[in-house]
C-alpha cells in the first residue's frame, strides 16, 4: 500500500520540543520531494517546510528559525525537529509527497 503515516505529535508547553516523523510505505522516498504542512481547524492549510531529494530545506516564515526538516533514506523517512513552540503552532502538521500523496496527520498541540 503506498501510504504516509505521521507521528509524534502530542500537548507540549509553550517552549517546548517535539519530533515528528513520517514513515513511507510502498514507494522509495528518496525519489521525492517531501513537504510538511499544517492546519487549524477553520484556518487555511499552511506550508510548513519542504526538503529536497538531497536534503535541501526550505521553512514558511511563521517556523523559520524554529523548526529544521531531515530525511532518512535509509528508514524511508522524514522528519521535522519543532523548538521554541508557540501556541500558535497547535495544528494537525501533515506530511506531504509532491505532488499527490498526503498522509492523515498528527495533532500537536502548545498549552499550558
Known amino acids: 500500500q503506498v501510504q504516509l503515516v505521521e507521528s509524534g505529535g502530542g500537548l507540549v508547553q509553550p517552549g517546548g520540543s517535539l519530533r515528528l516523523s513520517c514513515a513511507a510505505s510502498?514507494?522509495?522516498?528518496?525519489?521525492?520531494?517531501m513537504y510538511w504542512y499544517r492546519q487549524a481547524p477553520g484556518k487555511e492549510r499552511e506550508f510548513v517546510a519542504r526538503?529536497?531529494?538531497?536534503?535541501?530545506?526550505n521553512y514558511g516564515d511563521s517556523v523559520k528559525g524554529r523548526f529544521t526538516a531531515s530525511r532518512d533514506n535509509a528508514k524511508n523517512a522524514i522528519y521535522l525537529q519543532m523548538n521554541s513552540l508557540k501556541s500558535e503552532d497547535t495544528a494537525v502538521y501533515y506530511c506531504?509527497?509532491?505532488?499527490?500523496?498526503w498522509g492523515q496527520g498528527t495533532q500537536v498541540t502548545v498549552s499550558e
Open positions: 526538503i529536497t531529494r538531497t536534503g535541501g530545506t
Open positions: 506531504h509527497r509532491f505532488a499527490d500523496l
Open positions: 510502498g514507494f522509495t522516498i528518496s525519489n521525492y520531494t
